[in-house]
């Protein structure tokens, strides 16, 4: 597909996904209402309200634990505030925009490609969502007049709150997108899917998914976490950057089987392997689903593959922890979206590790051309 018929299903996508997230942050007034509290409970309007508060334009809908900067903000830096809404919204577009033209250049939903597609384009939504978080989030921490006051934790906290409103609005914009993108391919000559050998396709995910495993078997453990987190120390505005180097690397986190019991630990550490088997099998796949591997393409691959995979080692989770009757059914919901930061780190390094895999390994199984004998 090409660039120009590519950009159509792309803009269509990066506006509804704007769109519908500047509805969610507006509709999180509707929570404030005495109705909303004794329809869903306290406990659900509170969490449900820290899921649209990044979202929100207005600050009386925020809450410190909705938009992560531990502040409300304040009539006086309301324009500043304003201000880093506008430039999250603007962030958002541009970046579902670019990624979805990207992706559907080089993975046009044709040919078999269709499933592939609707999943890299909904795991490229929480991306584009944290990355427009964290663009903006340093406008929102000034305009609570204390932009100074442990910045980077707060800066990590901002990012990490985009949340499970942008994983649901993701799925729906992904759909629509695909929609938009099949009409346009419809008449358009797409190739098919090639065919990758089977061994360096293997070879370049496994050396992918041994990248993510760094981060989701050795820098999640808790003793490599807590010296991540404590590694780094100073003083000033850029003190505490544990917070931030935490965000960005690890992927979870896990302990010995010490404190818990033997089979609930074994069946989370299933879930992991779990994880690193969906990342294995979309880095596999991915070569033959683009129309052509190119570096970008494969980065913006591993990127998604991780996204997947994390997507569905936290829905696999939900049943484990067993919280819905104490919590209610919002907060069984809440871990959707976090640890992106770590899985686009991790999955651009994945993505580039299979790139160079499949290019070694493509350049030594090449023939050489044999020389034409003379007549």
């Given amino acids: ?28 007034h509707v929570l ?21 508060a990044p979202w929100a334009y207005d600050a009386s809908a925020l809450t410190p634990a909705g938009d992560g900067t531990g502040v409300v903000g304040t009539s006086g830096y309301s324009d500043l505030r304003r201000t880093g809404m506008q430039i999250r919204f603007v962030a958002l577009f541009v970046l579902y925009g670019a990624g979805a033209l990207l992706l559907l250049r080089r993975m046009p939903p044709s040919h078999g490609r269709t499933p592939g597609t609707l999943l890299a384009l909904w795991a490229w939504g929480p991306v584009a969502g944290t990355l427009a978080v964290a663009v903006s989030t340093p406008w929102l921490i000034a305009s609570g007049g204390q932009g100074s006051y442990r910045f980077l934790p707060r800066l990590a906290a901002g990012i990490e709150s985009s949340g499970p409103v942008a994983v649901l609005v993701a799925l729906l914009t992904a759909g629509l997108t695909v929609l938009v993108g099949r009409v346009v391919a419809k008449d358009t000559e797409t190739p098919p899917r090639p065919e990758v050998p089977a061994r360096p396709a293997r070879l370049a995910a496994s050396l992918g998914t041994a990248v993510v495993a760094v981060s989701l078997l050795i820098l999640s453990y808790d003793r490599v976490a807590a010296r991540i987190h404590t590694a780094f120390s100073g003083s000033g505005r850029l003190s505490e950057p544990g917070d931030l180097l935490r965000q960005w690397l690890i992927l979870g986190g896990w302990t010995g089987p010490a404190t818990t019991p033997f089979g609930d630990w074994l069946v989370y550490r299933l879930v992991d392997v779990l994880m690193l088997a969906v990342v294995w099998w979309a880095l596999r796949l991915l070569p033959g689903l683009l129309t052509r591997v190119t570096f970008p393409a494969m980065a913006a691959g591993g990127v998604c593959a991780t996204v997947l995979a994390l997507l569905t080692g936290q829905v696999l989770r939900i049943p484990l922890d067993d919280t819905l009757d104490v919590w209610g059914p ?46």
């Fill in 1 to 28: 597909m090409t660039y120009r018929r590519a950009a159509i299903p792309a803009l269509a996508g990066a506006v509804l996904i704007t769109l519908l997230l500047w509805w969610a942050g507006a509709s999180a």
């Fill in 32 to 52: 404030q209402l005495q109705g909303a509290t004794r329809a869903l409970g306290i406990g659900s309007v509170q969490e449900l309200r820290g899921w649209l």
């Fill in 330 to 375: 919002a907060h069984f919901l809440s871990g959707l979206g976090t640890h992106v930061p770590a899985a686009l780190t991790f999955g651009v390094l994945a993505g580039t590790a299979a790139y160079a895999a499949l290019r070694l390994t493509g350049e030594r199984t090449t023939p050489a051309p044999q020389p034409v004998p003379a007549a």
